[in-house]
């Protein structure tokens, strides 16, 4: 991770949306296709300027109407995150503007958040429903975020999150939430082609792990892959998560030294939320250095949503990333790149600047990549490349 595969003097040609040579640039210049096309050739200056590939973000939640200003200023308050979900506030308190709004107004939303996103670099985005929890709901949000990304250059992966939190007419009746999950929404998902992952909240308070690996278990059958909100607030044994073969598993703010070593030994991806944790008030960021002595495949993204971490921007990931867990400049950036891409089975095709992948680019008004970390609370993306579309200044 700490190599960036840094090329100075560089220049990169793209042809149909794909990267066709990159390197050096008087190798580049010699290339058959552009000396075939010279004179077609439109050129980019980014002379000064630092590309590296557009941010993959691999953990966000845009499905959602409103922001959660009470939340917010309870938080500021003193409460903590268990106390104003017990008030009435936290995942619930989005719940109802979700069911109110119509699929043309998420849609909008959501392509919102995609726009915003792209201003910051990201040029990939992983986006999850979970904020309607009923079938139709559901549903909706996820047919809204397929309706936004094709209004969007950039590339989404949609994620099914039916199982966030049990919804308040089941607190009652918990037990039957679990089949409504398993045996109306993962199906009804698959069939009209409406999700590429299932999702769970496995925390006190929402999914229990047998709650979690009955869930899994639907996705796989169904053909879904799978990823997991996990240990965010509480440890939890993660063995028979990557069993299951979880794609990622995401938050990691408390993971068992045992576990570790086992998220280093699998094909899972270690996903890093700590905007969460900053939005929070938390102290408890993840230990990205013990997980990266151990071999982990690290990823970095924003989990932007509207309760605890309302950022579109991965540069200040980056900065916590850096600041708070110690990842220097190059793991960071890998991780919010190449590695987002891992995450979301993107690899041949996402976060790399390489022959072959996706003309995917994001440029910073930076002479030095370190600076990206460096400067925090300021946009310094100046433009992006989206499947080879410019867009910004």
């Known amino acids: 991770m700490s190599d960036i595969g840094l090329v100075t003097d560089a220049a990169v040609l793209c042809h149909n949306g794909k990267t066709v040579a990159a390197g050096k640039q008087r190798d580049v210049l010699r290339h058959d296709l552009y000396r075939a096309n010279r004179k077609k050739v439109k050129v980019l200056d980014c002379s000064g300027r630092t590309v590296i590939p557009g941010f993959v973000d691999s953990h966000t939640h845009p499905a959602f109407i409103h922001p959660r200003l009470k939340d917010f200023e309870l938080r500021t308050a003193g409460a903590t995150y268990a106390e104003i979900a017990k008030s009435g506030g936290g995942i619930h308190s989005s719940v109802e503007a979700v069911r109110m709004a119509s699929q043309s107004q998420l849609t909008r939303h959501v392509l919102s958040a995609f726009e915003r996103m792209q201003v910051h670099g990201t040029t990939t985005v992983e ?14 949000s996820l ?18 999150l039916g199982a966030h939190v049990v919804p308040r007419e089941f607190t009652k009746n918990r037990s039957a939430y679990i089949p409504l999950v398993v045996e109306k929404m993962i199906p009804a998902a698959k069939k009209l082609k409406l999700a590429d992952f299932v999702d769970v909240f496995c925390e006190e308070g929402a999914f229990s792990l047998e709650e979690t690996l009955k869930i899994f278990d639907a996705a796989k059958k169904n053909g879904l892959k799978t990823r997991a909100h996990v240990g965010q607030f509480t440890a939890c044994p993660l063995e028979r998560l990557l069993d299951s073969g979880v794609s990622s598993l995401d938050h990691l703010d408390h993971v068992q030294k045992k576990d570790v070593a ?16 900053y939005f929070l008030g938390g102290k408890r960021y993840p230990d990205a250095r013990a997980l990266i002595r151990a071999g982990a495949a690290l990823a970095l993204a924003t989990d932007f949503n509207p309760g605890t971490s309302p950022t579109p921007s991965m540069s200040f990931i980056l900065s916590l990333a850096c600041t708070q867990m110690k990842m220097t400049p190059a793991e960071a950036i890998n991780a919010a790149t190449v590695n987002g891409a891992h995450a979301l089975g993107l690899s041949m095709s996402k976060g790399r600047i390489a022959e072959t992948f996706d003309a995917d680019f994001a440029i910073f008004k930076t002479k030095d990549y370190r600076e990206i970390c460096y400067w925090f609370g300021e946009n310094l993306c100046e ?11």
């Open 127 to 140: 986006a999850k429903s979970g904020y309607g929890l009923t079938l139709k709901d559901e549903l909706k």
């Open 383 to 393: 433009r992006t490349v989206t499947g080879g579309v410019v867009t910004g200044n």
């Open 143 to 160: 047919r809204a975020i397929r309706s936004a990304a094709k209004a969007w250059p950039g590339a989404v992966r949609t994620t099914l």
């Open 262 to 277: 086992q998220i280093a030994d699998s094909d899972s991806v270690a996903t890093l939320l700590p905007g969460a944790v």
